[in-house]
Nanobody, 121 residues
């Protein structure tokens, strides 16, 4: 059973920082593709930051230089450090893992329940 549990969201003033955590079970994060997404009210879910092949990272243009995705393999946890937060960063943040079980199974995305981030002016 794959499960992702996000934590660390909250209310913060513009310019502040938050660190989100995503604790994974049923999957080894170092062996799979991890990422963070967010969804603002009335908007589509969008990519925030992901790990790509070889442990490289990819960020949305809107968060480059402010957000950092990282992981602690020993804890099987991925993090999103968010600095210099802006009101437009407000939304529900979701952790995602893409699990590729080929040739024994499918490629599948698993999502956490989300954690609310609210940035006030």
């Amino acid at each position: 059973q794959v499960q992702l549990v996000e934590s660390g969201g909250g209310l913060v003033q513009a310019g502040g920082s938050l660190r989100l955590s995503c604790a994974a079970s049923g999957v080894i994060i170092s062996d799979n593709f991890m990422g963070w997404y967010r969804q603002a009210p009335g908007k589509q879910r969008e990519l925030v930051a992901t790990f790509t092949t070889g442990g490289n990272t990819n960020y949305a243009d809107s968060v480059k230089g402010r957000f950092t995705i990282s992981r602690d393999n020993a804890k099987n946890t991925v993090y999103l450090q968010m600095n210099s937060l802006k009101p437009e960063d407000t939304g529900v943040y979701y952790c995602k893992v893409t699990v590729d079980r080929r040739p024994f199974g499918p490629v599948y995305d698993y999502w956490g329940q989300g954690t609310q981030v609210t940035v006030s002016s």
